[in-house]
């Protein structure tokens, strides 16, 4: 299979179900947010040098393949292709590991100022860029369905990322960079 087709060579794509759109299209420009975010999360793991956190990371990068396939489908028109679905234990899973994470953290008591060390700002672009997706992929729900657990898992990452980020905070013995006027 080749990696380039020329069929978008003059500015479309084509959805899972082969519906052509504009490649600004909002459905692509939501499962396009999501890829770059599974980039960041790429890199975030490869920083990391906590094998459970980086297996959890390597578990959510599948589960962002699965967003990015249910938000590449147009709802408007049948797929005969067998695709995965998200399911409730994928957010019930960010979930139990926010839990498990802050329990060994104190009270978040301010707003951070990401910075520090290396990967605690891979873990804020990371945070910033799922919250860039789940903007876009708001915009989509406000113009075509989109499926309530897809928000919610990107709801939920942004908090599971941002918690990850206070996580390194406390493994790597450093200050918090707390904003205080």
Not at 67 to 87: G, N, W, Y
Not at 92 to 119: C, Y
Not at 170 to 181: A, P, Q, V
Request: hydrophobic fraction near 40%.
């Amino acid at each position: 299979m080749k990696i380039y087709t020329k069929t978008g060579d003059q500015g479309t794509t084509s959805l899972v179900n082969n519906t052509r759109v504009p490649k600004n299209h909002p459905r692509v420009e939501a499962y396009g947010t999501v890829d770059e975010l599974n980039a960041h999360i790429g890199m975030l793991r490869d920083m990391s040098n906590d094998e459970c956190i980086a297996a959890t990371l390597f578990e959510i990068q599948k589960v962002l393949f699965v967003v990015q396939t249910r938000l590449a489908i147009d709802p408007e028109k049948p797929c005969s292709l067998f695709l995965p679905d998200m399911r409730a234990q994928n957010v019930d899973f960010l979930e139990k590991e926010i839990d498990s994470m802050q329990s060994l953290l104190g009270e978040f008591k301010a707003f951070l100022i990401p910075g520090g060390h290396p990967i605690l700002s891979q873990c804020h672009i990371a945070r910033c860029v799922c919250r860039r997706a789940e903007r876009k992929i708001v915009n989509l729900s406000q113009q075509s369905e989109v499926e309530s657990l897809v928000l919610q898992y990107i709801n939920r990452l942004s908090d599971y990322l941002f918690v990850l980020a206070r996580f390194f905070t406390h493994k790597l013995n450093l200050k918090e960079n707390l904003w205080e006027e």
